[in-house]
């Protein structure tokens, strides 16, 4: 491909919101993780690399973050611009303020839109499609219910790094369910793969005790998404049997989706399954190479043994790092670090 035509699908890729991978086609995710590579290397090198220069991003929170928050606020400072932190609690928001009035006010003061919004099944997805429809920046999703398409980014550009290739046919991935103690954590990161890796070929097991099922309508579209791209998707729900032979194994905590609302109940029944933890005997049952991945933060000593998260198959804090460049390629395309000089982001 002419260095014309890759610049050109960078620049298509203005003024698109990033709310699903799956609203992206594999070429145009492709693009994205091109430029995240690209960018790794300018922070990697120090080479600068500002590409969205006296922009600006508002990022709502309506959830707790570490990763998301930080890399996106770096990033968006190291391609010259501002990310501006939205607390959900302390703007209007709180008070019941529109998605439809903050997609419009939002993009009359700066460039983009990212937003977490992952505590209640059935209201984050929405809430971002909602505000996306009246803004005319671009959206990103920083988590939903649904999907945590910037941290699958991340994931996926592990994967790629590790074993050299983005084509991962016939590649095993068990994304396991695993107990936590600490809260019902979103269905949105093991969704979120089921929906991105079949595309570029992987064998997705799905392991997990049978009351945490999935989102029926994001794995039916994950199911269709797969057969187009070459992938699988299939279900057990014993964590040996997805483990063994695995080349990846992501095991983590995710809530029972009638349960949201329950706390106590879902901690509960969480408890009926803590042997359902990531450990050496499990990793054994894996490929010898095997990754052990995980979005963090991890319930150490529930979800994951510490022998296991700070060993040799694991590759978490390259998957943190890589958020980094994944979040950076990501604001640098939607909102218009490639376009051509003169043309506006129209969202
Ligand atoms: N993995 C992830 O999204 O981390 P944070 O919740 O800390 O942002």
């Not at 003024?15 to 995240?36: M, N, P, Y």
């Not at 990310?83 to 019941?96: C, E, Y």
């Not at 043994?305 to 994944?326: C, K, Y």
Request: charged content about 20%.
């Amino acid at each position: 491909m002419t260095a014309g035509a890759a610049n050109g699908e960078r620049q298509a890729l203005s003024g698109r919101d990033f709310i699903s991978t799956a609203d992206w086609s594999v070429g145009e995710i492709g693009v994205a993780l091109d430029v995240a590579h690209e960018l790794k290397r300018a922070f990697a090198s120090g080479a600068p690399h500002r590409l969205l220069v006296d922009k600006t991003l508002f990022m709502i929170f309506l959830d707790l973050s570490t990763r998301t928050r930080n890399a996106f606020e770096a990033g968006m400072t190291q391609l010259g611009g501002h990310a501006h932190f939205v607390d959900a609690n302390t703007s209007q928001i709180a008070h019941g303020e529109s998605s439809h009035d903050m997609g419009i006010i939002l993009s009359s003061y700066g460039h983009g839109i990212a937003i977490r919004h992952d505590k209640v099944p059935g209201e984050g997805n929405s809430y971002i499609r909602a505000v996306a429809a009246s803004a005319s920046a671009p959206v990103i999703n920083l988590q939903c219910d649904e999907d945590h398409p910037t941290q699958q980014m991340a994931d996926l550009m592990t994967i790629e790094e590790v074993f050299g290739t983005r084509d991962l046919s016939g590649m095993k991935v068990c994304v396991s369910w695993a107990y936590a103690p600490s809260y019902a954590k979103p269905m949105s990161v093991p969704q979120g793969l089921a929906l991105l890796l079949p595309r570029f070929g992987a064998e997705v097991v799905i392991a997990r005790p049978p009351e945490y099922s999935l989102m029926a309508h994001v794995m039916e579209r994950a199911r269709k998404l797969a057969g187009q791209g070459g992938g699988r998707i299939t279900e057990v729900d014993d964590m040996d049997e997805g483990f063994k032979g695995a080349e990846v194994v992501y095991p983590k905590s995710w809530g029972a989706e009638p349960l949201f609302s329950r706390e106590e109940e879902a901690l509960a029944l969480n408890a009926r399954y803590k042997d359902w933890i990531c450990d050496e005997r499990r990793m054994s049952l894996a490929g010898s190479d095997a990754l052990y991945m995980h979005c963090l933060p991890a319930d150490r000593g529930f979800e994951v043994t510490d022998e296991v998260i700070d060993g040799a198959h694991s590759v978490v804090f390259r998957q943190a790092a890589n958020r980094l460049h994944t979040g950076k390629a990501l604001m640098a395309l939607t909102m218009g670090g490639f376009a051509a000089p003169g043309a506006a982001a129209d969202g």
